[in-house]
């Protein structure tokens, strides 16, 4: 089975903190990407990237970097926590193919900014 | 630009009543399109999927066809389940990129 993995559940930071958050997915996946889901407004794409250390904005940058060293591992980095940044982030993982390639996430990390 | 809308939530059903979850999309060329589960804790999974114009996507008696002249992609199941009792979104994706995700509805079966 494929197996996207977030490194918290749950995370409780406070305004202004430097924040990581951590995704690894163990099927040498080429494309991985960052979302925020927040209620009525369903996913929103922050940051995606193609392959190692090749990383494209998506629909909602503003305050996040990412980092992708390693294959198998993308980072999500809230530069200054803000308020505004409380949401669940979800990372996913995908082998792109012709045929419309799923894409795999993971559980979801539930981030509170304090 | 690419865009998917769904119906707004929640869906309220008892126990084997008929579904569907109506899903529109906008887009140039030619997309695939995706229905993915999310239960409750839990990160999103794909329920099923079609790739071209007429296809019909089907998994756990839920199903899907892809209308090109209606731009549509709905969600239907004829005897739901307490089971099903989770959010459910749509999505497009094209030319090997990013996917877009409609707002989600969220699904309650009751007894």
């Known amino acids: 089975d494929v197996k996207v993995t977030q490194s918290s559940r749950y995370l409780v930071k406070r305004t202004g903190e430097k924040v990581f958050l951590e995704c690894v997915q163990d099927m040498d996946h080429e494309n991985m990407f960052w979302y925020r889901q927040d209620p009525g407004l369903g996913l929103r794409l922050i940051y995606f990237s193609y392959d190692v250390k090749m990383k494209e904005k998506g629909d909602i940058p503003e305050g996040y970097s990412v980092s992708r060293e390693k294959k198998e591992r993308f980072s999500l980095i809230l530069e200054s926590a803000s308020t505004n940044q409380t949401s669940m982030y979800l990372c996913?993982?995908?082998?792109?193919?012709?045929?419309?390639?799923?894409?795999?996430f993971g559980q979801g990390t539930r981030l509170t900014v304090v | 630009g690419d865009s998917v809308t769904q119906m707004e939530g929640p869906v309220t059903l008892s126990e084997e009543a008929c579904l569907t979850i109506?899903?529109?999309?906008?887009?140039?060329?030619?997309?695939?399109l995706f229905w993915y589960v999310q239960y409750p804790g839990e990160g999103l999974q794909l329920l099923l999927k079609?790739?071209?114009?007429?296809d019909k996507g089907s998994n756990k008696g839920f199903e899907a066809t892809y209308r090109k002249e209606t731009t549509s992609f709905h969600l239907e199941k004829g005897s739901v389940q307490v089971s099903d009792s989770a959010v459910y979104f749509c999505?497009?994706?094209?030319?090997?990129?990013?996917?877009?995700f409609g707002s989600g509805t969220k699904l309650n079966v009751k007894p």
């Open positions: 999505a497009l994706e094209k030319n090997f990129n990013k996917f877009y």
């Open positions: 079609a790739t071209k114009a007429d």
């Open positions: 996913a993982s995908r082998t792109p193919d012709r045929d419309g390639t799923e894409a795999f």
């Open positions: 109506n899903c529109t999309y906008t887009a140039t060329g030619y997309p695939s």
